[in-house]
């Protein structure tokens, strides 16, 4: 398993990840957002998402973050959102770029 060795916020916008294996993950701070994976944000019983695309400002951005054990990141959004935990094997799931896009 792939972890990073840096997550910076690239814009106000935008986080890149460096992983240890030289990937680089460039998320827009929205996708990040919506991908919450917390009680708040999916239905526990259903498993079906909450949160609405929609309702996520365009200009969401990340204010703070902490790391959760060996295994992810705790990230502090600007609409006050801060319930998730986006483990690693998690985040690089969700990597946008066309190399992960085809796997």
Request: hydrophobic share 30%; glycine share 4%.
């Amino acid at each position: 398993m792939s972890i990073p060795t840096e997550i910076k916020k690239s814009s106000p916008t935008e986080l890149t990840i460096y992983w240890d294996d030289n990937h680089i993950s460039i998320f827009p701070i929205k996708y990040l957002r919506f991908e919450c994976t917390c009680a708040g944000c999916i239905d526990e019983v259903t498993g079906k998402r909450i949160i609405r695309e929609e309702t996520i400002p365009l200009d969401i951005s990340i204010n703070n973050a902490k790391h959760v054990g060996r295994y992810g990141v705790q990230f502090y959004f600007s609409d006050n959102h801060s319930t998730g935990i986006y483990t690693w094997k998690h985040l690089r799931l969700l990597c946008p770029c066309m190399e992960c896009c085809k796997q």
